[in-house]
């Protein structure tokens, strides 16, 4: 089991959404099941099947978030030393054909949100970024074809 780090805010918001899954996910699968059960013979039921079939891709998905939580480690922006990229870095890049600049978070698979600015750190420009200093150029390789950025700044907040 691999360890996968988060943020607390990432681990709160896992646990919570874990938490309503149990409840009330869980209780509307059975009330689906059961008002399906009510139609009659289950053996040509289409909508048993169905709330069945549901409800295992509920226990599916409980069971994914349940390991997540158990392998996660909580990482402490404090302790992270900004001279390279790591988890939890905010990193702002130059795309050195275009020059444009964007400021990306580099956080774990389960918080990436590319509307939020934040990039998995599993991610081709996560992968590319890790480990780079200030004023190196990151060479990553993207279904677009290879790019290069220039690490500009590295900061945490």
Same mark, same amino acid.
Do not use: H
């Given at each position: 089991?691999?360890?996968?780090?988060?943020?607390?805010? +990432?681990? @709160? #918001?896992?646990?919570?959404?874990?938490?309503?899954?149990?409840?009330? +996910?869980?209780?509307?699968?059975? #009330?689906?099941?059961?008002? !399906?059960?009510? &139609? =009659? @013979?289950?053996?040509?039921? !289409? $909508?048993?099947?169905?709330?069945? $079939?549901?409800?295992?891709?509920?226990?599916?998905?409980?069971?994914?978030?349940?390991?997540?939580? !158990?392998?996660?480690?909580?990482?402490?922006?404090?302790?992270? @030393?900004?001279?390279? *990229?790591?988890?939890?870095?905010?990193?702002?890049?130059?795309? *050195?054909?275009?020059?444009?600049?964007?400021?990306? #978070?580099?956080?774990?698979?389960?918080?990436?949100?590319? #509307?939020?600015?934040?990039?998995?750190?599993?991610?081709?420009?996560?992968? +590319?970024?890790?480990? &780079? !200093?200030? +004023?190196? /150029?990151?060479?990553?390789?993207?279904?677009? =074809?290879?790019?290069?950025?220039?690490? *500009? $700044? /590295?900061?945490?907040?």
């Amino acid at each position: 089991m691999s360890i996968q780090w988060m943020t607390q805010e +990432g681990y @709160d #918001k896992l646990k919570s959404e874990l938490d309503e899954l149990k409840s009330t +996910g869980r209780s509307e699968a059975a #009330k689906a099941i059961a008002e !399906a059960r009510e &139609k =009659g @013979d289950l053996s040509e039921n !289409a $909508e048993y099947d169905a709330a069945k $079939e549901a409800q295992g891709l509920l226990e599916l998905k409980i069971n994914n978030m349940e390991k997540a939580l !158990a392998s996660s480690r909580i990482l402490d922006s404090s302790q992270l @030393d900004t001279s390279k *990229v790591t988890v939890l870095c905010n990193v702002t890049i130059k795309a *050195v054909k275009t020059g444009k600049l964007v400021t990306y #978070k580099l956080v774990s698979e389960s918080e990436a949100d590319l #509307k939020a600015k934040k990039i998995s750190v599993s991610s081709p420009v996560g992968q +590319g970024l890790l480990g &780079k !200093a200030v +004023g190196e /150029i990151a060479s990553i390789t993207t279904p677009r =074809g290879s790019m290069e950025f220039e690490v *500009v $700044e /590295i900061s945490i907040d």
